[in-house]
């Protein structure tokens, strides 16, 4: 919803504030912050702040929730039950349209979504063959659209798809058919060979291709759609008002957490498996992911504005979002730049 005159005055009062505020908080203070975030590896620099104590050692009490998709937690976001996500960019234009008051003050990776086929249609999809052609090949063997599956309308892998779909493969709407689930139900899908293909993120890709190494990798990230921007942290106004030297602290952290994953993901790994994996995946796979092509950390929010803005237009061809928002006013990159870098 909008900002009231006292809303906006107290956020011009922390936005002031915030250049003088210290990294850490004073000391015996702890500001709590309820983060959602979705279970992909793309959140993983979350997770290390979390795991490793870094947000606790800065005054911060950090409370994670997971959501299926993004657009799930923007719910919990917009009814005033989180005070920050971490996921996909896509659905925070819809959000802003709608009048939530919230901010990106990092990323954490991007070209996140790749695109996989299941055998009996990984088979059509053979050296030489355009993948349109692919798509008419299984129509015509089966009689049947290839069943892809994918998160949401308005996410970013759901506009992800149809973008390669449409705008990139041109491919024939009569020969596949989008089914939307959440992001557990989509590898369950491809696993269950319940669909012919899907989007997926890591730690999935890892997963499904050990379970079946028959489910091939089609297309990486960056060919589904240009830049393709990813999984970010956003913040509501109202956090940046009253507390940005947490904001801040929290930036810092991230920036630390994204030096690890970079440098050293072996390292990083427990922290990731015990927020994502909870004992369930094997800290190998775990391992694997943080190295797979579908896996790059960015924490500067500033290389995600434009592809965001491309994908903000993509949205509204498609119709998930009314009109373009102006999203330079989505992003606050003050904390990053302000953030202490490791070492």
Same mark, same amino acid.
Request: charged fraction near 20%; aromatic fraction near 6%; avoid cysteine.
């Given at each position: 919803? /909008?900002?009231?005159?006292?809303?906006?005055?107290?956020?011009?009062?922390?936005?002031?504030?915030?250049?003088?505020?210290?990294?850490?908080?004073?000391?015996?203070?702890?500001?709590?912050?309820?983060?959602?975030?979705?279970?992909?590896?793309?959140?993983? /620099?979350?997770?290390?702040?979390?795991?490793?104590?870094?947000?606790?050692?800065?005054?911060?009490?950090?409370?994670?929730?997971?959501?299926?998709?993004?657009?799930?937690?923007?719910?919990?976001?917009?009814?005033?039950?989180?005070?920050?996500?971490?996921?996909?960019?896509?659905?925070?234009?819809?959000?802003?349209?709608?009048?939530?008051?919230?901010?990106?003050?990092?990323?954490?990776?991007?070209?996140?979504?790749?695109?996989?086929?299941?055998?009996?249609?990984?088979?059509?999809?053979?050296?030489?063959?355009?993948?349109?052609?692919?798509?008419?090949r299984y129509k015509a063997a089966t009689?049947? /659209?290839?069943?892809?599956?994918?998160?949401?309308?308005?996410?970013?892998?759901?506009?992800?798809?149809?973008?390669?779909?449409?705008?990139?493969?041109?491919?024939?709407?009569?020969?596949?058919?989008?089914?939307?689930?959440?992001?557990?139900?989509?590898?369950?899908?491809?696993?269950?060979?319940?669909?012919?293909?899907?989007?997926?993120?890591?730690?999935?890709?890892?997963?499904?291709?050990?379970?079946?190494?028959?489910?091939?990798?089609?297309?990486?990230?960056?060919?589904?759609?240009?830049?393709?921007?990813?999984?970010?942290v956003a913040v509501t106004g109202a956090?940046?008002?009253?507390?940005?030297?947490?904001?801040?602290?929290?930036?810092?952290?991230?920036?630390?957490?994204?030096?690890?994953?970079?440098?050293?993901?072996?390292?990083?790994?427990?922290?990731?498996?015990?927020?994502?994996?909870?004992?369930?995946?094997?800290?190998?796979?775990?391992?694997?992911?943080?190295?797979?092509?579908?896996?790059?950390?960015?924490?500067?929010?500033?290389?995600?504005?434009?592809?965001?803005?491309?994908?903000?237009?993509?949205?509204?061809?498609?119709?998930?979002?009314?009109?373009?928002?102006?999203?330079?006013?989505?992003?606050?990159?003050?904390?990053?730049?302000?953030?202490?870098?490791?070492?």
């Amino acid at each position: 919803m /909008p900002l009231s005159s006292f809303q906006r005055r107290a956020f011009l009062a922390g936005g002031a504030s915030l250049l003088a505020a210290p990294a850490v908080l004073a000391q015996g203070a702890r500001v709590p912050i309820r983060i959602g975030n979705i279970p992909v590896i793309g959140a993983a /620099p979350i997770f290390v702040v979390d795991k490793e104590g870094w947000a606790r050692d800065a005054g911060l009490d950090l409370t994670l929730t997971t959501f299926q998709s993004g657009p799930h937690a923007i719910q919990a976001l917009a009814s005033g039950t989180l005070d920050a996500y971490v996921a996909g960019i896509a659905p925070l234009g819809v959000a802003r349209s709608r009048g939530v008051d919230v901010k990106v003050v990092a990323a954490t990776a991007s070209g996140e979504n790749v695109f996989v086929a299941v055998p009996r249609l990984a088979q059509h999809f053979a050296p030489g063959v355009a993948p349109a052609e692919a798509f008419k090949r299984y129509k015509a063997a089966t009689g049947k /659209p290839a069943r892809l599956a994918t998160q949401p309308a308005g996410s970013v892998p759901n506009t992800t798809l149809q973008y390669w779909l449409w705008e990139v493969i041109k491919a024939n709407r009569e020969d596949v058919e989008i089914v939307a689930m959440g992001i557990d139900a989509t590898q369950q899908a491809v696993l269950a060979d319940a669909v012919e293909g899907a989007t997926v993120r890591e730690p999935a890709l890892t997963i499904i291709q050990k379970s079946n190494p028959g489910i091939k990798l089609v297309e990486v990230g960056d060919k589904l759609f240009p830049g393709q921007p990813g999984t970010v942290v956003a913040v509501t106004g109202a956090l940046i008002a009253k507390q940005p030297a947490a904001v801040q602290a929290l930036v810092d952290a991230l920036v630390r957490a994204g030096d690890l994953l970079n440098r050293d993901p072996d390292k990083a790994a427990p922290a990731v498996a015990a927020n994502l994996a909870k004992g369930i995946v094997d800290l190998e796979i775990i391992k694997t992911a943080l190295k797979s092509p579908a896996t790059r950390f960015v924490i500067d929010p500033r290389e995600v504005i434009a592809p965001s803005k491309a994908m903000e237009a993509y949205q509204v061809k498609l119709g998930s979002l009314k009109e373009a928002a102006p999203l330079d006013d989505l992003f606050d990159v003050r904390f990053f730049e302000k953030a202490r870098r490791p070492g």
